[in-house]
């Protein structure tokens, strides 16, 4: 995408990584660096509201750990962060693997400074973040255990801001919810938790004091995520928020339009996934999760939340024993499947006429879903069956040239050409 059509341009570089952006009158409004491994490391946008970017306007870069995961933010050359953030990290007694890649514990914050004032070393503000079964994050706890703020969001992600107070969830707090908690009050038997701004488990005066003197005025309502006081950038499906000018999300290889439900760059790996490389999660975003930009996956509790940007790719979802299959039993069942549907879906296509002679079909489950497939050599005659991403579809590609897509709940990985790294195997009719 290079123009919105309305407010934006959009200026990228040639590995599809949004470096500027700028008003329709050619005006800077943000502009972006990246390191060697496509990490969005810094961000230049107008700190000191005058409406443009320029010299005068400070950097913040960002700082990640080894699975791509926001983990602190420096203002300009600060050696102190202005923020840090803790991830879950379920399993191996706190340091393992099995919680989704983009769930956050809580955010440290230097919040006795302004942020665009050099950081003083002392982080003084902690919050937790509460995220639904879609990663989304719907609350923010201080942590003496009260409410801070909350969210909901599109199917695609346009947040709806509701700060604390909003008991009727209009984005904004007014005397309209204060005189909404005296009537949850005087209903004794009446409970909601938009009204317990303490979250001690009840509804009472002191709830309705708190509204008063601290909360209420505050505004926030569609397409804002947080307060400028709390600033938080974190929200729909875990994702940071890319900033005013693309109203949408940063899925470290692409970013999200949210209003537009589609992607703003094309796929990388020329849409590989379906056939539309701006396609946002198949069009199918309550049940699905796109943490990398590049490939989808089923956001079922009941599937896991695999990581598809942990540093040890499929092999570390094959340790895992949430779903209840130990890994040789996860193994054994991802080939019987793969062989399967290489007799149903691969045979009748490259079988078919003017073919006369009946070529065996080949499939290659490489375990290291980041290894991109490039064609086993010496298959002339044969049918290439390409498995797409976790819990994606297969795309088969025939000797003519001809391919058909097929999407299916499949265990499936990325096909690959190492020999150390995949399982062959050839089934013949």
Excluded at 239 to 248: D, F, I, K, N, R
Aim: proline share 4%; hydrophobic share 30%.
């Amino acid at each position: 995408m290079t123009n919105d059509g309305t407010d934006y341009k959009y200026e990228w570089d040639a590995f599809y990584r949004l470096r500027k952006v700028k008003t329709q009158g050619g005006v800077l409004v943000a502009e972006y660096r990246y390191n060697g491994l496509g990490y969005r490391t810094g961000v230049h946008e107008d700190t000191d509201t005058d409406s443009d970017v320029d010299g005068s306007d400070l950097w913040y870069y960002s700082a990640y750990d080894e699975r791509w995961r926001m983990v602190a933010t420096y203002r300009s050359s600060d050696t102190d962060p202005k923020e840090r953030f803790v991830h879950q990290q379920a399993g191996d007694g706190g340091f393992g693997g099995s919680s989704y890649i983009d769930l956050v514990a809580f955010r440290e914050k230097d919040a006795n400074t302004a942020w665009t004032s050099a950081s003083d070393g002392t982080l003084e503000e902690r919050l937790y973040y509460c995220q639904n079964q879609h990663a989304d994050v719907v609350a923010l706890i201080t942590a003496a255990g009260g409410q801070r703020e909350m969210d909901r969001y599109s199917a695609y992600g346009v947040p709806f801001g509701l700060p604390t107070g909003d008991c009727d969830s209009d984005g904004d707090c007014d005397v309209t919810d204060r005189n909404q908690v005296q009537a949850w009050i005087n209903a004794s038997n009446q409970y909601d938790v938009r009204g317990d701004i303490d979250l001690d488990g009840d509804t009472d005066a002191t709830d309705k004091t708190n509204l008063r003197n601290n909360f209420e005025g505050v505004t926030l309502a569609r397409g804002e995520l947080s307060t400028q006081s709390i600033a938080s950038r974190l929200g729909y499906s875990g994702l940071e928020a890319a900033g005013p000018q693309t109203s949408g999300w940063t899925a470290r290889s692409r970013e999200v339009a949210a209003s537009l439900g589609v992607w703003t760059a094309r796929d990388k790996a020329a849409a590989w996934e379906t056939v539309n490389g701006y396609e946002l999660v198949r069009s199918n975003p309550p049940v699905r999760l796109d943490p990398s930009g590049m490939a989808s996956q089923h956001a079922c509790p009941s599937r896991g939340h695999e990581s598809i940007m942990s540093s040890s790719g499929l092999d570390q979802i094959l340790n895992r024993d949430s779903c209840g299959e130990a890994r040789d039993d996860f193994i054994k069942d991802f080939i019987e499947k793969a062989k399967a549907l290489a007799k149903t879906k691969c045979a009748p296509i490259c079988w078919h006429p003017p073919m006369t002679t009946a070529a065996p079909c080949q499939v290659r489950v490489n375990l290291d879903p980041l290894v991109a497939w490039g064609g086993p050599p010496g298959l002339p005659h044969g049918c290439r069956y390409a498995l797409r991403g976790l819990f994606g579809g297969c795309r088969v590609v025939c000797p003519g040239g001809a391919s058909l897509y097929y999407s299916f709940d499949c265990l499936c990985a990325y096909v690959g050409t190492s020999a150390s790294a995949s399982s062959e195997f050839r089934d013949e009719n």
